[in-house]
Structures are given as structure tokens and as C-alpha cells.
């Protein structure tokens, strides 16, 4: 899966395994070391979806501070 559309509040995922997704399913999305962001799928649109996180990206989650500086994904 690649992210797409990041913001603290939450970010769109693609790829194939989409079709496997449902609307308000709950999952964690982990990168590297960090703590898993716990999430629900707000929505899906062929192989894109919609995660909205159940809180912020704070301060101390470097991996994903470091994704929102980029934004080059």
C-alpha cells in the first residue's frame, strides 16, 4: 500500500489490496518502529481509500512528521 494525502488528521491509501478494505473497518497503520496510528476507513474509490486516525499526529511521531514535511510521496 502507498500513502497518499497526508495531513495529521488522517490520509488516502493505494494499491490492489483496497478491494480487501470495508467502509468503518479499524485498522493500524505502523511505520518503521513507531506506534501504530489507529485508524477507520471513511471511504473507497476503486484503489484509493480514505483513513481518517482516531488521533492527530503529534509532535513525538517523528516518522510521520517527517512524512508530512516531505510530501513528495
Same mark, same amino acid.
Given at each position: 500500500?502507498?500513502?497518499?494525502?497526508?495531513?495529521?488528521?488522517?490520509?488516502?491509501?493505494?494499491?490492489?489490496?483496497?478491494?480487501?478494505?470495508?467502509?468503518?473497518?479499524?485498522?493500524?497503520?505502523?511505520?518503521?518502529?513507531? @506506534? #501504530?496510528?489507529? /485508524?477507520?476507513?471513511?471511504?473507497? *474509490?476503486?484503489?484509493? $481509500?480514505?483513513?481518517? &486516525?482516531? @488521533? #492527530?499526529?503529534? /509532535?513525538?511521531?517523528?516518522?510521520? *512528521?517527517?512524512?508530512? $514535511?516531505?510530501?513528495? &510521496?
Amino acid at each position: 500500500m502507498l500513502v497518499i494525502d497526508l495531513s495529521t488528521h488522517g490520509c488516502g491509501i493505494q494499491g490492489d489490496a483496497t478491494s480487501a478494505l470495508r467502509l468503518g473497518m479499524i485498522l493500524a497503520i505502523r511505520l518503521d518502529d513507531e @506506534r #501504530p496510528v489507529q /485508524a477507520i476507513i471513511r471511504w473507497i *474509490r476503486g484503489e484509493v $481509500a480514505g483513513i481518517e &486516525f482516531f @488521533r #492527530p499526529i503529534t /509532535a513525538d511521531q517523528s516518522g510521520w *512528521r517527517a512524512l508530512l $514535511a516531505d510530501q513528495s &510521496f
